[in-house]
């Protein structure tokens, strides 16, 4: 069983979110979905504020991404996106991948962006990154721990103890989650 979502720049952006995401996606518990326009934001906000980190390598992690979840990568949404309406009309890309898509979900911290009120005509629903991932703990609690487990197990620059992973994960905005994980620590 497979969760289908749109993942937004926002949640991209940041390299241990999208680490966990992404690992989710690649142990078949998601089914993640973008655009170009998705990666292209978080691809160039994250230069804006990183200028340490050179643009090669923002773009070896992107085809990374794209090379490991190659059917991640939505076409063909831009027609839809004229006929919706959204507090921010620059989201409106995001909806419409979603549609195109056939995803239950968008992944966002920008969750006043996508109102449930305009979204449910449309079977998506905007959810942040840690009620995302709860949802996966309550449908499938041990495969997801098994996936935390080897995401922090594949963590080598710097390797991360148990402790260092979840407060790593708690600065990302996911408490509820961290919360679970505690419980679970032996597991992960």
């Keep these: 069983m497979m969760i289908s979502a749109v993942l937004d720049a926002c949640v991209l952006y940041s390299a241990p979110l999208r680490g966990l995401l992404l690992n989710l996606a690649t142990n078949e518990l998601v089914k993640p979905f973008w655009s170009e326009d998705i990666q292209n934001e978080w691809m160039r906000s994250l230069l804006q504020n990183r200028p340490d980190l050179k643009r090669e390598d923002v773009e070896r992690t992107r085809r990374k991404i794209e090379f490991r979840l190659p059917h991640g990568l939505v076409l063909g949404y831009e027609s839809i996106m004229p006929t919706l309406v959204l507090p921010d009309p620059d989201d409106r890309h995001?909806?419409?991948?979603?549609?195109?898509?056939?995803?239950?979900?968008?992944?966002?911290?920008?969750?006043?962006?996508?109102?449930?009120?305009?979204?449910?005509?449309?079977?998506?629903?905007?959810?942040?990154?840690?009620?995302?991932?709860?949802?996966?703990?309550?449908?499938?609690?041990?495969r997801v721990l098994r996936v935390v487990k080897l995401h922090r197990l594949s963590l080598k620059r710097p390797p991360k103890t148990v402790a260092e992973y979840l407060a790593t994960l708690d600065k990302q905005g996911l408490p509820k989650t961290v919360a679970f994980l505690q419980q679970h620590e032996g597991d992960i």
């Design 94 to 142: 995001v909806l419409a991948v979603a549609i195109r898509a056939n995803a239950e979900y968008i992944v966002t911290f920008n969750l006043k962006d996508f109102p449930h009120s305009l979204l449910h005509s449309y079977n998506v629903e905007a959810v942040s990154p840690d009620e995302f991932v709860l949802r996966l703990i309550q449908k499938i609690p041990d």
